[in-house]
């Protein structure tokens, strides 16, 4: 099994215990489309208290990648992801974050 194979695996089963309604297959599209990121710990998780890095999610994921425009949905769409993972969650990992996000906004198609 690949180092990408583990983490496809880590990422299907985190979504699972939380109770995630995302498929295998978005899970495993929106982790190849981070590529190497998903690699250091670091980026590899997304902090719902970091505002910096909600704002770099709003810019580079949800209007640049997603091509959304209506702030305050990628606002609304953001926070309701965070509370989706669960504040208690530590490990916000960044592919389910962004798959959650694009679900949310109505946008999974980018995965396709």
Same mark, same amino acid.
């Given at each position: 099994m690949s180092k990408r194979d583990e983490k496809i695996a880590l990422y299907i089963e985190s979504a699972k215990k939380l109770g995630l309604?995302?498929?295998e297959a978005l899970i495993e599209k929106a982790t190849v489309a981070l590529g190497p990121? !998903?690699?250091n710990k670091d980026s590899e998780t997304v902090s719902c208290s970091d505002?910096?890095?909600l704002t770099t999610v709003k810019e580079n994921f949800a209007k640049k990648k997603l091509g959304v425009t209506d702030e305050a949905a !990628?606002?609304?769409a953001i926070k309701k992801v965070c509370e989706t993972m669960g504040s208690s969650n530590r490990n916000k990992y960044r592919?389910?974050?962004y798959a959650l996000l694009a679900k949310e906004?109505?946008?999974e198609d980018i995965y396709a």
């Amino acid at each position: 099994m690949s180092k990408r194979d583990e983490k496809i695996a880590l990422y299907i089963e985190s979504a699972k215990k939380l109770g995630l309604d995302l498929s295998e297959a978005l899970i495993e599209k929106a982790t190849v489309a981070l590529g190497p990121s !998903i690699y250091n710990k670091d980026s590899e998780t997304v902090s719902c208290s970091d505002e910096g890095e909600l704002t770099t999610v709003k810019e580079n994921f949800a209007k640049k990648k997603l091509g959304v425009t209506d702030e305050a949905a !990628i606002d609304a769409a953001i926070k309701k992801v965070c509370e989706t993972m669960g504040s208690s969650n530590r490990n916000k990992y960044r592919a389910l974050f962004y798959a959650l996000l694009a679900k949310e906004l109505g946008k999974e198609d980018i995965y396709a």
